[in-house]
């Protein structure tokens, strides 16, 4: 199976900062890596696919970036709907998997 | 828009059945692979299974593998999960995603909650 570790777990950041959220799989995945954001108590949300292709509806506010083992999510100008959750997932081979999530709080 | 609704959840004894289901509607359902994923409480995002568009291909995350079978019905918008045998640790709200034009998911359900305890 492919292992996705994210970095940092947690995050502080301000309203208005910007921040970079990084996941490494344990093998190559070419562009197949997606990121999602998780609010409390909510369903996920789709914000990422093929590594840099924002989802539809998703505001140019987040950027990924990456291919092969190493990734980013950006996250610029945070406003505080932005302060969440948020996984990556491989979908180059099953089992699908996904990092173990990054929380990001105000500081 | 795109709706997908989970049902079918509830507490459960160790070693006991249970099956979910997943109503879809807004889109060609029978035109998207579906998954299952689950989130044990307060932990992280679990896949649990995907069916292919026509049904015919399945694959199941190890941990479920022989004990849980996803299947969908394309004449219903419904996708399904056959839980067997369940265990403690199958505890969490396990919700469909539909499937976008690659593998990975565009539309997540609320989820159902399932508690496994004697």
């Known amino acids: 199976d492919i292992q996705m570790t994210q970095s940092p777990s947690s995050l502080s950041a301000s309203v208005g900062d910007t921040v970079t959220i990084t996941c490494r799989a344990s093998q190559g995945i070419t562009n197949s890596l997606a990121w999602f954001q998780q609010r409390p108590g909510k369903a996920p949300k789709s914000l990422i696919y093929?590594?840099?292709s924002l989802q539809s509806g998703v505001p140019s506010k987040f950027s990924g970036s990456g291919s092969g083992t190493d990734f980013t999510l950006s996250i610029s100008s945070l406003q505080p709907e932005d302060f969440a959750t948020y996984y990556c997932q491989q979908y180059d081979s099953y089992p699908i998997t996904f990092g173990q999530g990054t929380r990001l709080e105000i500081k | 828009q795109v709706q997908l609704v989970e049902s079918g959840g509830g507490v459960v004894q160790p070693g006991r059945s249970l099956r979910l289901s997943c109503a879809a509607s807004g889109f060609n359902f029978k035109s998207y692979g579906m998954h299952w994923v689950r989130q044990a409480p307060g932990k992280g995002l679990e896949w649990v299974a995907v069916v292919s568009y026509d049904g015919r291909k399945k694959y199941y995350a190890d941990s479920v593998k022989g004990r849980f079978t996803i299947s969908r019905d394309n004449s219903k918008n419904t996708l399904y999960l056959q839980m067997s045998s369940l265990r403690d640790d199958d505890t969490a709200l396990y919700s469909c995603a539909k499937e976008s034009t690659v593998v990975t998911f565009d539309y997540w359900g609320q989820g159902t909650l399932v508690a496994v305890s004697s």
């Open positions: 093929a590594a840099s």
